[in-house]
């Protein structure tokens, strides 16, 4: 049942304050401003080195979660796609653990890389939607995501929820390992448990994304970029884009443009730029200044201090707004106008949203 929606995308789409809700709730104690794992789940105070595995939209949540568990928990972290890690001779560290990310819990290449981080002797946790799935039984941990049933082909609010699961678990690891005092965690989880907030603040500018997308469905190419946390939110933007409204987009590292893709730049390809006011904010504005020197449609994604701050260096072609929020939520509040505009984009060109051609939404066959 799509309610009120045309599609089940936006309808998960707007579902994600209250799902976002049921997954943080699921580790948040908001009264005593602590992470409570289940029993029995990895114990990070003794682990060595982090793994994360997965495909397709649910890697890029490990790439965010790359960044929270380095900064939050000093852990070594290793992320690769299934497809590769379970083909690569991987020398596992001793007393490292492996963690697998699905909606489904059923995706072939990622299965085949638990059963070799187990083999391999690795404590192996599952982040899931799906509590009955293969990769939920054979995981020695399992740590659901509580986004409920996703039909939309294109995966949103699963991602959310697993970047929610992914932050609980960084901030836990990072208590656990004695990097984060008493007082950053209650911090923190304050912070996370403000997320579902946001994300209903952000949803409020839905239509206000309609005509914006409509011009970007009418380019032949699209880039999005991002540094940080945005990165990888970067990627996943190019990833909806492509996926829903077949139109080619890359995500790169704001940084990496010079070495080579500013030269796809000229007036009739958007490129969309991901900066939350965070640390590394000032760079991506300096490479956003560089494509609109070589002719670039810059659309700005960033707060409303953001967006005025960067005007100060020229007009861009198109502005999001976003809640100024913490940079540890920012890959979660990010993800809505990421989703959105591929949303939009799509019904303007008139796809099949919820059921694009040629794919599936459960790859159980390599
Ligand atoms: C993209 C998308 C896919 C999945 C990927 C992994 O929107 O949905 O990239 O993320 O196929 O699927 P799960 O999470 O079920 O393992």
Known sequence: DKGEHRHFMAKEIHEQPEVLGHAISAYVDPVGRKVVLPEGGIDFSKVTALTMSACGTAFYATLVAKYWFETYARLPVETDIASELRYRDVPYREGGAALFISQSGETADTLAALRDAKEAGQQVGAIVNVPESTIAREADALYPTHAGPEIGVASTKAFTCQLATLASLAIAAGV???????????????????????????????????????????????????????????????????????????????????????????????????????????????????????????????????????????????????????????????????????????????????????????????
Not at 242 to 263: C, D, R, W
Request: aromatic share 4%; hydrophobic share 45%.
């Open 176 to 366: 656990a390992r004695g990097v984060l005092s008493r007082e950053d965690e209650e911090r923190l989880t304050g912070v996370l448990l403000e997320a579902p907030r946001h994300v209903a603040e952000m949803l409020h500018a839905d239509k206000s994304l309609e005509a914006i997308a409509a011009e970007v469905a009418t380019a032949r190419d699209v880039l999005y970029l991002g540094r940080g946390g945005s990165y990888p939110l970067a990627l996943e933007g190019a990833l909806k884009l492509k996926e829903i409204s077949y139109i080619h987009a890359e995500g790169y590292a704001a940084g990496e443009l010079k070495h080579g893709p500013i030269a796809l730049i000229d007036e009739a390809v958007p490129v969309v730029v991901l900066a939350p006011r965070d640390a590394v904010f000032d760079k991506t504005i300096s490479n956003m200044h560089e494509v609109m020197a070589r002719g670039g449609k810059c659309l700005l994604v960033s707060s409303a201090e953001g967006l005025a701050e960067a005007a100060r260096g020229g007009k861009v072609w198109g502005e999001i707004a976003v809640p100024e929020v913490d940079p540890l939520i920012a890959p979660i509040v990010y993800s809505v106008p990421v989703q959105l505009l591929a949303y939009h984009a799509a019904v303007a060109k008139g796809t099949d949203v919820d059921q694009p051609r040629n794919l599936a939404k459960s790859v159980t066959v390599e």
